[in-house]
């Protein structure tokens, strides 16, 4: 099972990961590590983007439990620096602490539950 670094520190940029094994399924190649700062997609909230080594992560999922970093090429078993696309992290960071807060404010004041929020590039939609 991977670690998830993420929880124990959400502002992790990098960290030395070893890649336990790789593989390719129909979404791509994918590496599953034995510690991870990438942030699955889930909750609303889009995967991290980044590199291990040389290699970029395209994106990072959650299936049957193990945590896949989706690659644009393989990355053979090893140790590694990996790193997170930290400028993507902290817009994702602040829309999501931001959705709280409007979420509360129309909860609070006009009595309108949040149903659906997504994190965007260009626009967070908030139903």
Known sequence: MTEKLYYQDPEMKKAIVRVNRNGQNSVGFYAVLDQTCFYPEGGGQPADTGRIGEVQVTNVQTLDGEILHYTESPVPPGQYEAEIDWKRRFD????????????????????????????????????
């Open 92 to 127: 994702h960071m602040q829309q999501h602490a931001g959705q709280h807060v409007l979420s509360a404010i129309f909860d609070d004041f006009h009595q309108m539950k949040t149903t659906s929020f997504h994190l965007g590039e260009e626009r967070c939609p908030l139903i």
